[in-house]
């Protein structure tokens, strides 16, 4: 039998959505950022790594239950998403871009990119596309040609042949980028920055604030991230004040847009933490803390990173109708900018 991930409140919880979220989180949400999976995608046994999290605690990630979680997490907003499968290392793609492209038709302001490999076949995989009415792509590094998926560039993730389909149609690429100082990877912003000159109407989104969850990258590269109009940021999983509040600086708020990284990052409890160039994922299992003079109960990684997302926003004295355009409004256009073919 399947099991549920159905996420239950604790008092730390509910204090935290009461007191500090629940009047910063507007009613209406566009969470860019969303895994929608099987695990029968994955091409794994019961025995691998990730048989436990995504095999045995969240087997399934499809529109119901992420309507369930985030309905838990934040009652009553309205969620729309960009949604996207799962990158499995064995992942059948064909069947994974077939079910994101079933559940995103669920609600017609959400929509789905395709999981891709740079090994696809360029006609089947054109057709799938526009079968599918899928808006872009999801490439990422454990795929990369080279076999490398700390040190690989843009390029090894994203073939030629796939850039130019995305520029042919307007489409989103979704991007994680990879190397130990992320975006300010001498590399990586470079290989961005001609990607972004040579593919004007490709939509870039770079995931997980460019992959920054502390300030540093960011504002080692602000001004050449401001240069880049193609280029849109989430912030999912970023769980750094510091880190969201320098990209809102760098680029302004009008290219940032909420992401959860559900399913399953965002409804797990414990916070991605920066110390020294560094950021790892502390959790109530993976640490042996004295907690002894405090309440050491964890609440969400979805909460801790909206309590960095309002303190940025607050600290930059944002307006509530900005506030609701990283929540919303700049994902409603950019989408529907790319299904208007929008040159
Ligand atoms: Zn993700």
Redesign the pocket.
Known sequence: MESEPQPRLTDVDRRIWGEELDAFVPERIFDV?T?VYRWQFSGENDSGPLYDLLGNRFPVADWQRLDRCDAVLMPGRRVSRLAFG??FPNCDFEAANRFVAGEAAKDPASAGLALVHPRLAEEDFERQLRDLKLIGLKPYRCYAAGGDPVACRIGDMLPDWQTALAERHGLIVML?LARRDAIADPQNIADLERLAARHPHVKWIL??CARSYSAWPIERVAARLRGLPNVWFDT??VCESDAIEALLAAVGPDRVMY?S?DLP?GVLRGKYIAFGYAWAYLSPDNQSLDLSHCNGQMTFTRYEQLRAMRRACQRLGLPRSQVEDIFCNTALRLIEAVRRGAR
Do not use: I, K, T
């Open positions: 950022h895994h799962f990158p994680h995931a997980h999912s999983s992401g990284d990052v």
